[in-house]
């Protein structure tokens, strides 16, 4: 059985998505945020030049920060969009290997597995996502009170891997670990009664 299309946009909600993600009204308009936007908008016009000058100049800008953080993670996932994956895993490398802790180094991980995935790389993708397992949740932001967990996304993953394989236990093993959360109760309701009926079907 397939997971669900509005259940997977749920799971999934936090990768490879939030580059085109607009600007919450409330943040005020810092030189970071001003920078971000750019990259936004050279993002959501599929410019890529654009996109690579701004993302240039927030790395030469905010290196070290948060900021440039970010602009790495949407960019690699600008970068993965367009089959340009070896300039994707690298930034997601960096990423991954920087030692900070934010949302942005939480997700470089999942952006791994995609990549693997996307190259048809299974055994890299596999080992990405079970790494995943072990990542520390981070803060989504001052406006959500759920942490981004990346075992939360990498469970689902590696469940849907092994039921489409035929390898009912080990799908059984990571759909019942999967622990979905969400500040929209019925959205996780959705979730947690799709878990169950995947689980069920193995």
Same mark, same amino acid.
Request: net charge positive; proline share 5%; aromatic share 8%.
């Given at each position: 059985?397939?997971?669900l299309?509005a259940?997977?946009a749920?799971?999934?909600? &936090?990768?490879?998505t ?7 009204a ?5 030189? +970071?945020? $001003? ?12 410019? +890529?030049?654009a996109a ?10 905010f ?8 602009a ?5 996932c ?6 340009? %994956?070896? $300039?994707a895993?690298q930034?997601?490398v960096?990423? *991954? $290997?920087?030692? =900070?802790? &934010? ?14 995935q996307r190259?048809?790389?299974e ?19 001052? &406006? ?6 990346? +075992?939360q996304?990498?469970?689902? =993953?590696?469940?849907?891997?092994? =039921?489409?394989?035929?390898?009912? *236990?080990?799908?059984?093993?990571? %759909?019942?670990?999967?622990?979905? =959360?969400? %500040? ?10 799709? *878990? ?7």
């Amino acid at each position: 059985m397939k997971m669900l299309p509005a259940v997977r946009a749920l799971v999934l909600t &936090n990768v490879l998505t939030v580059a085109v993600l607009p600007l919450a009204a409330e943040q005020p308009l810092t030189p +970071a945020r $001003q920078a971000l936007d750019r990259l936004h908008t050279a993002i959501r016009q599929a410019d +890529a030049q654009a996109a690579q000058q701004a993302y240039a100049q927030l790395g030469k800008d905010f290196a070290g920060t948060d900021t440039a953080d970010e602009a790495s993670w949407e960019y690699a996932c600008f970068l993965t969009k367009r089959g340009q %994956f070896d $300039q994707a895993q690298q930034l997601l490398v960096s990423l *991954r $290997q920087s030692g =900070r802790e &934010n949302l942005w180094v939480s997700q470089a991980l999942l952006g791994l597995a995609d990549v693997a995935q996307r190259r048809g790389d299974e055994k890299a993708m596999l080992a990405y996502l079970e790494e995943a397992l072990q990542a520390k949740p981070a803060p989504k932001g001052r &406006n959500c009170l759920v942490p981004f967990d990346p +075992a939360q996304v990498a469970l689902p =993953r590696l469940a849907e891997y092994y =039921r489409d394989k035929g390898d009912y *236990r080990k799908a059984i093993h990571y %759909f019942s670990r999967w622990k979905p =959360r969400s %500040f929209c109760g019925t959205c996780m309701q959705l979730m947690e009664r799709e *878990r169950d009926q995947e689980i069920a079907l193995c």
